[in-house]
Protein backbone atom coordinates (compact mmCIF):
# COMPACT_ATOMS: atom_id res chain seq x y z
CA UNK A 1 0.00 0.00 0.00
CA UNK A 2 1.21 3.28 -1.03
CA UNK A 3 -0.26 6.70 0.08
CA UNK A 4 0.95 10.23 -0.53
CA UNK A 5 0.31 12.85 1.04
CA UNK A 6 1.42 15.81 3.26
CA UNK A 7 3.21 14.82 6.52
CA UNK A 8 0.69 15.58 10.20
CA UNK A 9 -2.34 14.86 8.10
CA UNK A 10 -2.72 11.17 9.37
CA UNK A 11 -2.37 8.64 6.46
CA UNK A 12 -0.96 6.23 8.51
CA UNK A 13 -3.80 6.38 10.99
CA UNK A 14 -5.83 6.41 8.05
CA UNK A 15 -4.55 3.45 6.39
CA UNK A 16 -4.76 1.33 9.65
CA UNK A 17 -8.26 2.28 10.46
CA UNK A 18 -9.55 1.29 6.99
CA UNK A 19 -7.30 -1.90 7.03
CA UNK A 20 -8.58 -3.04 10.60
CA UNK A 21 -11.99 -2.64 9.62
CA UNK A 22 -11.59 -4.63 5.65
CA UNK A 23 -9.89 -7.60 7.79
CA UNK A 24 -12.55 -7.85 10.44
CA UNK A 25 -14.55 -10.33 8.32
CA UNK A 26 -11.73 -11.60 6.08
CA UNK A 27 -10.09 -14.61 7.44
CA UNK A 28 -6.32 -14.98 8.92
CA UNK A 29 -3.70 -15.03 6.17
CA UNK A 30 -1.38 -17.69 5.79
CA UNK A 31 2.24 -17.41 6.97
CA UNK A 32 4.55 -17.00 3.70
CA UNK A 33 8.38 -18.07 4.54
CA UNK A 34 11.37 -17.70 2.57
CA UNK A 35 14.15 -20.67 3.24
CA UNK A 36 17.40 -21.39 1.28
CA UNK A 37 17.60 -23.21 -1.79
CA UNK A 38 20.03 -25.82 -1.85
CA UNK A 39 20.26 -26.14 -5.73
CA UNK A 40 20.26 -22.57 -6.24
CA UNK A 41 21.00 -20.03 -3.73
CA UNK A 42 20.13 -17.43 -6.22
CA UNK A 43 16.69 -18.00 -6.15
CA UNK A 44 15.36 -19.12 -2.54
CA UNK A 45 11.82 -21.05 -2.32
CA UNK A 46 9.11 -19.94 -0.64
CA UNK A 47 5.80 -22.25 1.14
CA UNK A 48 3.24 -21.10 3.37
CA UNK A 49 2.23 -22.56 6.65
CA UNK A 50 -1.28 -21.35 9.17
CA UNK A 51 -1.44 -18.28 10.13
CA UNK A 52 1.14 -18.14 12.97
CA UNK A 53 2.83 -21.43 12.34
CA UNK A 54 5.45 -19.45 10.92
CA UNK A 55 7.33 -18.33 13.27
CA UNK A 56 7.10 -21.42 15.57
CA UNK A 57 8.89 -23.48 12.44
CA UNK A 58 11.85 -20.96 12.35
CA UNK A 59 11.88 -21.56 16.24
CA UNK A 60 12.08 -25.03 16.19
CA UNK A 61 14.75 -24.39 12.89
CA UNK A 62 16.72 -22.50 15.37
CA UNK A 63 16.50 -25.26 18.21
CA UNK A 64 17.42 -28.06 15.20
CA UNK A 65 20.78 -25.86 14.36
CA UNK A 66 21.47 -25.59 18.31
CA UNK A 67 20.62 -28.78 19.25
CA UNK A 68 23.17 -30.17 16.37
CA UNK A 69 25.91 -28.23 17.07
CA UNK A 70 26.36 -29.44 20.74
CA UNK A 71 25.30 -33.37 19.35
CA UNK A 72 27.49 -33.84 16.31
CA UNK A 73 30.77 -33.04 17.87
CA UNK A 74 30.01 -35.30 20.51
CA UNK A 75 29.40 -37.99 17.61
CA UNK A 76 32.94 -37.72 16.65
CA UNK A 77 34.18 -38.11 19.95
CA UNK A 78 32.55 -41.42 20.86
CA UNK A 79 35.21 -43.96 21.38
CA UNK A 80 33.43 -46.01 18.04
CA UNK A 81 33.72 -43.39 15.27
CA UNK A 82 37.37 -43.09 17.14
CA UNK A 83 38.01 -46.75 16.88
CA UNK A 84 36.49 -47.04 13.39
CA UNK A 85 38.86 -43.72 11.88
CA UNK A 86 41.62 -45.33 13.11
CA UNK A 87 41.20 -48.64 11.68
CA UNK A 88 40.81 -46.92 8.43
CA UNK A 89 44.05 -45.05 8.54
CA UNK A 90 45.95 -47.90 9.92
CA UNK A 91 44.89 -49.62 6.85
CA UNK A 92 45.80 -46.88 4.40
CA UNK A 93 49.14 -46.99 5.51
CA UNK A 94 49.63 -50.69 5.65
CA UNK A 95 48.84 -50.65 1.80
CA UNK A 96 51.08 -47.45 1.86
CA UNK A 97 54.04 -49.32 3.42
CA UNK A 98 53.83 -52.19 1.48
CA UNK A 99 53.92 -50.24 -2.41
CA UNK A 100 57.26 -48.40 -0.43
CA UNK A 101 58.72 -51.73 0.53
CA UNK A 102 58.50 -53.30 -2.67
CA UNK A 103 59.40 -50.19 -4.55
CA UNK A 104 62.75 -50.23 -2.49
CA UNK A 105 62.95 -53.84 -3.08
CA UNK A 106 62.68 -53.81 -6.28
CA UNK A 107 65.23 -50.97 -6.30
CA UNK A 108 67.89 -53.20 -4.44
CA UNK A 109 67.65 -55.26 -6.96
CA UNK A 110 68.82 -53.06 -9.51
CA UNK A 111 71.40 -51.44 -7.39
CA UNK A 112 69.43 -48.81 -6.87
CA UNK A 113 69.22 -47.54 -3.21
CA UNK A 114 66.21 -44.96 -2.51
CA UNK A 115 65.73 -42.33 0.21
CA UNK A 116 62.88 -40.02 1.16
CA UNK A 117 63.00 -36.46 1.26
CA UNK A 118 60.87 -33.64 1.51
CA UNK A 119 60.76 -33.07 -2.54
CA UNK A 120 59.92 -37.16 -2.93
CA UNK A 121 62.72 -40.21 -3.51
CA UNK A 122 66.18 -39.98 -4.48
CA UNK A 123 67.64 -42.33 -6.40
CA UNK A 124 71.25 -43.31 -5.63
CA UNK A 125 73.88 -45.84 -7.09
CA UNK A 126 74.83 -48.88 -5.71
CA UNK A 127 78.56 -50.12 -7.03
CA UNK A 128 79.96 -52.93 -5.09
CA UNK A 129 76.95 -53.16 -2.45
CA UNK A 130 78.50 -49.16 -1.59
CA UNK A 131 76.27 -45.72 -2.54
CA UNK A 132 78.57 -43.73 -4.59
CA UNK A 133 78.61 -39.99 -5.07
CA UNK A 134 78.00 -37.91 -8.09
CA UNK A 135 81.82 -37.95 -8.70
CA UNK A 136 82.36 -41.87 -7.95
CA UNK A 137 79.83 -41.88 -10.48
CA UNK A 138 82.24 -39.83 -13.25
CA UNK A 139 85.18 -42.07 -11.99
CA UNK A 140 83.35 -45.29 -13.62
CA UNK A 141 83.95 -46.96 -16.83
CA UNK A 142 81.35 -45.87 -19.56
CA UNK A 143 79.84 -49.20 -19.67
CA UNK A 144 79.18 -49.21 -16.42
CA UNK A 145 77.63 -45.79 -16.30
CA UNK A 146 75.16 -46.77 -18.71
CA UNK A 147 73.82 -49.97 -17.36
CA UNK A 148 73.68 -47.02 -13.73
CA UNK A 149 71.73 -45.07 -16.30
CA UNK A 150 69.43 -47.90 -17.13
CA UNK A 151 68.66 -48.83 -13.79
CA UNK A 152 67.57 -44.96 -12.61
CA UNK A 153 65.54 -44.45 -15.57
CA UNK A 154 63.82 -47.99 -14.54
CA UNK A 155 63.64 -47.04 -11.40
CA UNK A 156 62.46 -43.44 -11.05
CA UNK A 157 59.76 -44.79 -13.77
CA UNK A 158 58.84 -47.14 -10.79
CA UNK A 159 58.55 -44.64 -8.31
CA UNK A 160 56.13 -42.46 -10.72
CA UNK A 161 54.29 -46.20 -10.93
CA UNK A 162 54.26 -46.25 -7.01
CA UNK A 163 53.24 -42.54 -6.24
CA UNK A 164 50.05 -43.18 -8.27
CA UNK A 165 49.48 -46.15 -6.71
CA UNK A 166 49.87 -44.53 -3.55
CA UNK A 167 47.75 -41.27 -4.55
CA UNK A 168 44.75 -43.56 -5.58
CA UNK A 169 44.92 -45.67 -1.80
CA UNK A 170 44.87 -42.19 -0.45
CA UNK A 171 41.77 -41.39 -2.35
CA UNK A 172 40.12 -44.65 -1.54
CA UNK A 173 40.59 -43.85 2.30
CA UNK A 174 39.49 -40.19 1.93
CA UNK A 175 36.20 -41.71 0.32
CA UNK A 176 35.80 -44.27 2.97
CA UNK A 177 36.44 -41.68 6.13
CA UNK A 178 33.66 -39.53 3.95
CA UNK A 179 31.65 -42.48 4.41
CA UNK A 180 31.64 -42.93 7.87
CA UNK A 181 31.33 -39.37 8.63
CA UNK A 182 28.06 -39.39 6.36
CA UNK A 183 27.23 -42.39 8.55
CA UNK A 184 27.32 -40.83 11.92
CA UNK A 185 25.98 -37.94 10.37
CA UNK A 186 22.78 -39.52 9.12
CA UNK A 187 22.60 -40.86 12.60
CA UNK A 188 22.75 -37.65 14.48
CA UNK A 189 20.36 -35.35 12.09
CA UNK A 190 18.52 -38.78 10.78
CA UNK A 191 16.07 -38.82 13.90
CA UNK A 192 15.59 -34.91 14.25
CA UNK A 193 14.61 -34.61 10.89
CA UNK A 194 12.46 -36.88 10.52
CA UNK A 195 10.83 -35.61 13.78
CA UNK A 196 9.95 -32.33 12.48
CA UNK A 197 8.71 -34.05 9.15
CA UNK A 198 6.18 -36.12 10.71
CA UNK A 199 5.18 -33.00 12.70
CA UNK A 200 4.41 -31.23 9.32
CA UNK A 201 3.49 -34.52 6.82
CA UNK A 202 0.73 -32.29 5.64
CA UNK A 203 3.14 -29.95 4.10
CA UNK A 204 4.98 -31.50 1.29
CA UNK A 205 7.13 -28.24 0.63
CA UNK A 206 8.25 -28.66 4.53
CA UNK A 207 8.95 -32.44 3.83
CA UNK A 208 11.10 -31.24 1.02
CA UNK A 209 12.82 -28.93 2.62
CA UNK A 210 13.71 -30.54 5.89
CA UNK A 211 14.92 -33.37 3.49
CA UNK A 212 17.15 -30.62 1.95
CA UNK A 213 18.43 -29.27 5.22
CA UNK A 214 19.63 -33.36 5.88
CA UNK A 215 21.69 -33.63 2.92
CA UNK A 216 23.26 -30.20 3.15
CA UNK A 217 24.44 -31.09 6.92
CA UNK A 218 25.51 -34.59 5.96
CA UNK A 219 27.32 -33.80 2.98
CA UNK A 220 28.77 -30.87 4.46
CA UNK A 221 29.92 -32.11 8.17
CA UNK A 222 33.36 -30.89 8.67
CA UNK A 223 32.23 -27.06 7.34
CA UNK A 224 28.86 -27.89 10.06
CA UNK A 225 31.79 -29.57 12.79
CA UNK A 226 34.22 -26.40 12.38
CA UNK A 227 31.05 -23.52 12.04
CA UNK A 228 30.01 -25.14 15.51
CA UNK A 229 34.15 -25.55 16.82
CA UNK A 230 34.24 -22.19 15.88
CA UNK A 231 31.07 -20.42 17.78
CA UNK A 232 32.25 -22.69 20.95
CA UNK A 233 35.42 -21.08 21.00
CA UNK A 234 34.13 -17.95 20.46
Known amino acids: ??????????????????????????????????????????????????????IKFSKKMDQLIDNLKTEMPRAFETEDYQQKRSNLMEEFQQKKREKINELEEDAREHDIQIQSTNAGFQTIPIVNDNPIDQETYNQLAEDIREQVDKNIDYVQRQIQSTM????????????QLQELNKEVSLFVVGHRIENMQEEYEDHDAVIDYLEKVKEDIIDNVDDFLQAAQGEGNG
Open 1 to 54: IFVTGISGTGKATLVKRLLVERSADEPVPDDWLMVNNFDDSYRPISFQLPAGEG
Open 164 to 175: RDINKLEKEFQE
